[in-house]
Structures are given as structure tokens and as C-alpha cells.
């Protein structure tokens, strides 16, 4: 196909007469019937411009039949050697992999936050129910004098949550402990006592976490996970939990059965 080719097929395919492209270019009916009959041989560029803004179609599409993309995508080179594998398949290649697309689409589509939060195989016991407010174990007096201090009672789960190699989640008691009421913790729903080591040096065994509750956290976020009925105290990393300790290797989520979020870790309290 020639520039004169494209130009037609764009008219066919938009129902757009000569006299129409006429009105919508400016050029004049008898110049542009010569131009699509190949009687002109040096257009003005003006003219084939004009023709591309009427079609809706780039001057590179008319003139070298390079496509336009409309999608205005900037690839990467672990797309373009994508794209590259892809050419080089034959025919049933190329459809085993666009079923593959296609339902890996479906996926997301159904788990919008798929990408970067826990992926979620079966709900199992979590470490913590939702808490929306303690259980008052404050006397009215106490509580008063509290906020006037500016500070307010959480509950604090007794079940420590491991920063080591796991604990194995029960059904944990809780107290009730006052924290500071600031805008760095108003976030938290409920405090939890951590054991172990992998987490140090910035987290240490016995240190008390201010918990967030939430089913998902995004990459490189603390949080507060369950696999296979052990908790853990760990950064979210896709497909892995990290420790901050690094005797400690990644703990890969594809090795469990079930596997659930249970809280956004924002802080720890400090020690006395």
C-alpha cells in the first residue's frame, strides 16, 4: 500500500466522501480528486497534513505505513524482549500465551490489589479479631485524666506475633494499655508484643507494635501476616516476607497453603 492507498482505506472505513474530506481539509474538491488519483505526483505537505488531522491519523501512518500508537505506551526493554519472544513463536505459541494474558487480565481484574498486597488463598484463623475499641478495663476517672494527658487505652494482645520463625496463633488474651493520642498514632486499632530477632536491629524481641487493622499492605510496608495459622511480623515483598535481620532468609509465600494479612504495622511504643 502506497500514502493514496491509506488515505482511501481511511475513507472507507470512516464513510468519509471527497466532498466531505474537501469541507473538512479546506483543499479544494478538483486538487484533492487529484491527489487520490495519483494524477498529482508531488502533493503539497500541507495538503497531506491537513488530511491526516481530518482522518485522525499521523502523518507517519499516511506517508510510511508505520502505525500510530494510539495507546501512547513507552516500553521498557523487559517489554520489547516480550514483544520480541512473542514474534518468534509460531502460531500455537502465540495463542497459548494470549490465553495465558487473557485469564492472567481476568485475575486482576477480580483482585485489584493483587499486584502489591498478600494474596489471599483461603481466610485462616487470624492472629487478631477487628477491633474497632477496646474493651473499657479503664475506670471513667482514669480515662478522663488520661485524655486530658492526651493519651487513650488500646488493647494489648498478650499472643506475641513472631519477628523470629513464627508463632503458632491461639485464641490471645488482651489488656488494655493508654498510648499517646497524636496524629503519628491515631491510626492504630490495637497494640501486639513481638519475640525474636529477625527484625532488629530496629524492632527487638519484646518490643510492643501499634497495629493498624487492615487485609493488605503494599510492597515494602510492615505488616502483620498469618501462614498457615503462624503469625509473623515482617516486610511485605510481593511474593516473599522479608526480615530486617539479614541471618534471616525471605520466607516465600508460595511454600504455604493459606495466606491472610491481618494488620498495617505504623509504629512501636518506646521502651521505659
Not at 205 to 219: C, F, I, P, T, W
Request: some cysteine; proline content about 4%.
Amino acid at each position: 500500500m502506497d500514502y493514496i492507498d491509506r488515505i482511501k482505506l481511511l475513507k472507507s472505513e470512516k464513510k468519509i466522501t471527497n466532498d466531505a474530506l474537501s469541507e473538512m481539509t479546506g483543499i479544494p474538491l478538483g486538487t484533492l480528486s487529484k491527489i487520490l488519483a495519483g494524477i498529482s505526483d508531488s502533493p503539497k505537505l500541507s495538503n497531506i497534513v491537513a488530511i491526516c488531522d481530518a482522518l485522525g491519523t499521523s502523518l507517519e501512518y499516511i506517508v510510511n505505513g508505520v502505525p500510530e500508537n494510539t495507546n501512547n505506551f513507552t516500553l521498557d526493554r523487559g517489554e520489547m524482549r516480550l514483544i520480541e519472544n512473542y514474534r518468534a513463536l509460531d502460531t500455537h505459541g502465540k495463542e497459548l500465551v494470549t490465553l495465558v494474558l487473557d485469564k492472567e487480565k481476568e485475575r486482576v481484574a477480580r483482585a485489584p490489589y493483587q499486584d502489591h498486597s498478600v494474596e489471599v488463598k483461603e481466610k485462616s484463623p487470624k492472629i487478631l479479631p477487628s477491633i474497632t475499641a477496646p474493651t473499657q478495663r479503664i475506670s471513667a476517672r482514669e480515662l478522663a485524666q488520661n485524655r486530658g494527658l492526651g493519651k487513650r487505652p488500646v488493647a494489648l494482645f498478650d499472643m506475641p506475633v513472631s519477628a523470629g520463625v513464627g508463632v503458632f496463633v491461639d485464641s490471645p488474651a488482651s489488656d488494655e494499655i493508654m498510648i499517646p493520642d497524636n496524629e503519628r498514632t491515631r491510626e492504630a486499632d490495637f497494640a501486639l508484643r513481638i519475640s525474636g530477632n529477625s527484625m532488629e536491629p530496629k524492632y527487638r524481641d519484646g518490643d510492643v507494635l501499634l497495629v493498624a487493622n487492615s487485609d493488605y499492605v503494599e510492597v515494602g510496608e510492615l505488616g502483620i501476616f498469618i501462614l498457615d495459622g503462624n503469625g509473623f511480623f515482617k516486610i511485605y515483598g510481593g511474593d516473599r516476607l522479608i526480615s530486617m535481620n539479614t541471618m534471616y532468609g525471605d520466607i516465600l509465600l508460595k511454600d504455604f497453603e493459606n495466606v491472610s494479612c491481618v494488620g498495617r504495622v505504623i509504629g512501636k511504643l518506646k521502651r521505659k
